[in-house]
């Protein structure tokens, strides 16, 4: 019988179903709290909030300026 690992979500301590061949510093999201969490260790998995995308950010003021 094959587990899905699991890793509780830092914001909202919900269970995250993780995939087997999940990288460290891939970006998930909470199913219940919607959070972009970043994938910060793998035996056990660890979860913690991720930083904005940077580049998101700079589009936006870009697009501001036009």
């Known amino acids: 019988i094959e587990t899905v690992p699991l890793a509780a979500c830092p914001e909202c301590e919900a269970e995250i179903h993780v995939d087997d ?11 219940e709290c ?15 909030l991720a930083m904005e995308d940077e580049e998101d950010d700079y ?6 300026r036009y």
């Open 21 to 31: 061949d999940v990288d460290k510093g891939q970006i998930i999201h909470c199913e």
């Open 34 to 48: 919607e959070a972009r969490l970043e994938v910060v260790g793998l035996d056990p998995i660890e979860l913690d």
């Open 59 to 64: 589009d936006d003021e870009d697009e501001e």
